[in-house]
């Protein structure tokens, strides 16, 4: 067996040629993950040889990314905004459009002694990184899969947050008494027949997490409708949603009284997140009029 580590990548490169966008930085990946060599290094010395029992493990993964797996998934990790989690096929992979979320709630998150609420937390991707910037802030991390929040507890663990509380809720259901200044959510709202949808993720991220019925929408809807009787006056809801959807939730928003609707655009270009406040001060007063 050529116990090669140049040799190796280059191997893996060819085999992961048709399922990686990326073949050459996925095997670099892979051993770093298992031996702790990183990629400078790799690339810098040509003569490092693997160990039979990093060949073994390393032949494990890539026989697991062969199969489809997503790399995420055969690492058990993914970077987001500037943290490393711990990802299981219980939660989504994070994205990096979703980090516009994040990039939405600190911009209304100045104050101290603020209260955010993360619905269908995940792997607590969004919820940990605005823990992490505003450590002064108070987040509520809440899932309806009891697996996602065990993810999300061990990654606030990991990254010693003590401002972040995993509750597991399906929405609103479990959440009592509460208000806040910001909620946001990257709920499911992907439509259960797009054809656009990749088959890796079809195969093996977990359709609770991705898909929702009336034609994705029924999230928004659960949450839009609910979100007032939660918020503090004058506070934010922030949500992703798909690049062919704004309008329709921006118009959502407008329908239950939120104001300042507005969507953002991800790096790709598209309206990918939607923000509106909401007064309650102001729906009083117009339910009067």
């Keep these: 067996m050529n116990d090669s580590l140049p040799d190796w990548c280059g191997e893996t490169a060819a085999l992961l040629h048709n399922i990686s966008d990326a073949p050459a930085l996925e095997a670099a990946l892979l051993v770093e993950h298992v031996t702790g060599i990183t ?3 790799q690339r810098s010395d040509a003569s490092q040889r693997l160990s039979q029992v990093h060949m073994l493990r390393l032949q ?3 026989e697991q990314r062969l199969r489809g797996e997503p790399l995420a998934y055969v690492l058990g990790e993914a970077h987001f905004w500037t943290l490393k989690l711990q990802i299981t096929p219980a ?3 994070p994205r990096p459009e979703t980090e516009l979320v994040v990039e939405r709630a600190l911009a209304h998150l100045a104050g101290v002694n603020t209260q955010v609420l993360d619905l269908g937390t995940g792997s607590g991707a ?3 990184a605005i823990a992490t910037e505003r450590p ?3 987040v509520l991390a809440c899932d309806v899969s009891a697996d996602a929040l065990q993810v999300a507890q061990i990654n606030a663990t990991n ?3 003590g401002n972040i509380e995993p509750r597991r809720s399906d929405w609103f259901s479990n959440i009592h008494g509460q208000s806040f200044d910001v909620i946001v959510s ?3 709202y992907i439509d259960i027949h797009d054809p656009d949808v990749q088959p890796q993720v079809r195969a093996h991220e977990p ?7 009336d034609a994705g929408m029924a999230s928004f809807n659960a949450i839009v409708s609910a979100a007032p009787r939660h918020l503090r006056n004058g506070g934010w809801l922030i949500m992703e949603h798909g690049w062919q959807q704004a309008a329709k939730v921006r118009l959502l928003l407008e329908s239950h009284g939120f104001v300042g609707v507005a969507s953002h655009l991800d790096l790709a270009g598209h309206e990918r997140v939607t923000e509106a406040q909401f007064f309650s001060s102001l729906n009083h007063r117009d339910e009067h009029d």
């Excluded at 359709?207 to 019925?213: C, K, W």
């Design 39 to 41: 990629r400078t290094r």
């Design 60 to 62: 494990q993964l890539r």
């Design 91 to 93: 939660v989504l992979i």
């Design 126 to 128: 969004i919820a940990l």
């Design 136 to 138: 002064q802030t108070q």
């Design 159 to 161: 990254l010693q947050l």
């Design 186 to 188: 990257n709920p499911p």
């Design 207 to 213: 359709h609770i997490a991705l898909f929702a019925a």
